[in-house]
């Protein structure tokens, strides 16, 4: 049975445009330190001089503000807004918010090092680096959030995530294609990512719920076995039943009162 997923254009389109502003929430938070440390990051994102620029450490500790910043604050109110639009199914909005930020923590201080080593390298490992963590970031987030909400069908958010994903690098290609500048598409990727990643997961619901009507087959529940897993699954049942009913004659034997009267009688004839 598929308990939370339900089909409803009016969540299809809020949860959508809540991904888009909680993404717009973490580009605010960019263009302000952005242009708080204007004077440090200024020539750095310069296109022609990407190739020669020597990465300044200062540089480096106001870029993992403005990046951890940026992401924390896309992916808190991302979630935090997405919950809001469904509350059936999202109803654990502590939980999610609590998680989310500690993923975000723990993926930060794990990124640091290679951020640390691409002090030794120019800015093109930099950004590479922080490509990577973002996107790391960003799906980890969302599968945060599908997950806590409904861990049973934690496949459907595997793949939403994963189509998001793909729609999202695909439309900020396009963006950086058409402005030709590192700029503009650091500020657009946060909300069109997430933009995408909403919409794929309302769009996998849609269509796994459909098929489930269609064909009522549940096969992406994690309940449901395939192969020789429903064999092991009934051989591992069975052999758990037989440990639970020896644990059972065990307990029995020392709860029966002890024979006292067969005790005193041999006292008797001693």
């Known amino acids: 049975m598929l308990e939370v997923i339900t089909l409803n254009p009016l969540k299809f389109v809020l949860r959508a445009i809540s991904g888009f502003t909680g ?21 750095v994102f310069v296109v022609e001089e990407v190739g020669s620029q020597t990465i300044n450490p200062i540089f480096l500790a106001v870029f993992l503000i403005m990046i951890f910043s940026g ?24 939980t999610i918010l609590h998680q989310v930020f ?5 993926m930060f201080f794990m990124s640091l090092p290679f951020y640390i080593f691409s002090l030794a390298l120019d800015f093109g490992a930099l950004s590479i680096v922080a490509l990577i963590h973002s996107l790391v970031a960003l799906s980890g987030s969302h599968l945060v959030l599908e997950n806590v909400a409904n861990p049973r069908y934690s496949l459907v958010s595997i793949y939403g995530t994963s189509l998001g994903l793909i729609l999202g690098a695909f439309s900020n290609l396009i ?5 030709g500048t590192v700029n503009v598409l650091l500020f657009a990727f946060l909300p069109v990512t997430w933009f995408f990643m909403a919409l794929a997961q309302c769009g996998v619901e849609a ?12 096969f992406l ?28 004659k065990d307990i029995k034997k020392k709860a029966e009162p002890k024979d006292e009267d067969g005790a005193d009688f041999l006292d008797e004839n001693n």
């Open 102 to 106: 500690i993923f975000n923590a723990v």
């Open 175 to 179: 963006v950086f294609k058409i402005t």
């Open 221 to 248: 529940s994690n309940d449901t076995e395939f192969g020789e897993d429903t064999v092991r699954k009934g051989k591992r049942k069975t052999e758990d039943q037989e440990i639970e009913e020896e644990v059972e």
């Open 71 to 94: 992401l924390l604050m896309a992916n808190l109110f991302a979630s935090m807004l997405i919950s809001f639009c469904d509350r059936d199914k999202y109803f654990m909005r502590g």
């Open 207 to 218: 269509l796994y719920v459909s098929f489930y009507r269609l064909y009522g087959i549940d």
């Open 23 to 43: 993404g717009l929430f973490g580009t605010l938070m960019l263009l302000i330190i952005f242009t708080l440390s204007s004077g440090v990051l200024n020539s």
